[in-house]
């Protein structure tokens, strides 16, 4: 396993691709209103990517072995769908909750970032699931730090899912990031604390753990791509790519409008932020979306 290690010139290339990631998140919530298609949402975020931010949709005929390259820019996973959910003609609805997942490619390295978002009003276990989820994330994120043991992320997460009786899909997991799409380490959202590889200063990776509300197993659809529950339970992510400092962590896709951490994140999360930006979050968890 061979687990890159950025330097400094790259890091700053990383903090660049990834804002983008996360405005495209921004730029997009506005837009999720009942009514709209997920292909409309695709060539909304397609185009604000290639022409206002000037980069690359790194989904876009992805194909890693074993897959059809993929058809879209970004990844919209509605209700019951886990991830790699396809753009296309379906219309959402009130009540509707949906994971954006965007990935762009700026100067050769990648940003990887997805959010809640919620169509209308969602339903109590809805909120509830994405909430928590997001929790989780946040809980995995608190345990990077250089010397740290990646299954500290894992068994983080777990803990927390478990607690409200949810299931954390095992299937995909978080992975190193940069000038690759997806590299090493693998970052697994269960497992036992002080186990697997030990973070260093400069790595780079996701945390982006999907909870089910029901059992862990999944399914595929024919297309290839998509994933869903097998008992057909809502599912959440959320997802934020990390850089691993010798004190802890510095949250690479941050934007103005991302939700606020939760409360028990006492650390200053957008050290990479300017000064004047707004701060990092004034909306709950997974209501960035207008209503
Ligand atoms: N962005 C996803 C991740 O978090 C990967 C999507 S691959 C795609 O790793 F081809 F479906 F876009
Ligand atoms: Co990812
Ligand atoms: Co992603």
Redesign the pocket.
Same mark, same amino acid.
């Given at each position: 396993m061979y687990i890159p290690i950025k330097d400094a010139d790259q890091i700053e290339k990383m903090r660049a691709a990834c804002r983008d990631g996360a405005l495209v998140l921004d730029y997009i919530a506005p837009f999720v209103k009942p009514g709209v298609t997920t292909g409309e949402l695709d060539r909304l975020c397609h185009d604000f990517i290639v022409n206002e931010l000037g980069d690359i949709p790194?989904?876009l005929n992805?194909a890693p072995p074993g897959y059809t390259p %993929?058809p879209k820019s970004i990844?919209t996973s509605v209700n019951h769908q886990i991830? *790699?959910g396809i753009p296309g003609d379906k219309v959402l609805k009130a009540g509707d909750v949906l994971n954006i &997942?965007v990935?762009v490619i700026k100067d050769g390295w990648h940003g &990887?970032t997805?959010r809640m978002f919620y169509v209308g009003e969602p339903s109590v276990l809805a909120r509830r699931l994405s909430e928590v989820t997001y929790e989780c994330m946040w809980l995995g994120i608190e345990q990077v730090r250089a010397g740290a043991f990646l299954g500290d992320i894992g068994a983080a997460i777990q803990a927390h899912a478990d607690k409200f009786g949810y299931s954390v899909v095992r299937e995909f997991c978080g *992975?190193g990031v940069g000038a690759s %799409?997806?590299e090493d380490p693998q970052v697994l959202h269960y497992g036992k604390a002080g186990t697997g590889v030990q973070m260093e200063a400069g790595m780079i990776f996701?945390v982006?753990p999907m909870i089910n509300a029901g059992r862990r197993d999944i399914r595929e659809m024919p297309d290839g791509?998509t994933i869903v529950t097998r008992d057909r339970s809502l599912s959440a992510q959320w997802?934020h790519t990390v850089l691993v400092t010798e004190t802890g962590y510095e949250i690479l896709t941050v934007s103005p409008g991302m939700p606020a951490p939760p409360a028990f994140v006492a650390r200053q999360v957008a050290a990479s932020q300017p000064a004047d930006a707004p701060s990092a979050g004034t909306q709950a968890p997974g209501t960035q979306a207008a209503a």
């Open positions: 790194a989904p992805y %993929f990844c991830c *790699h &997942d990935t &990887d997805s *992975h %799409f997806h996701t982006e791509w997802e």
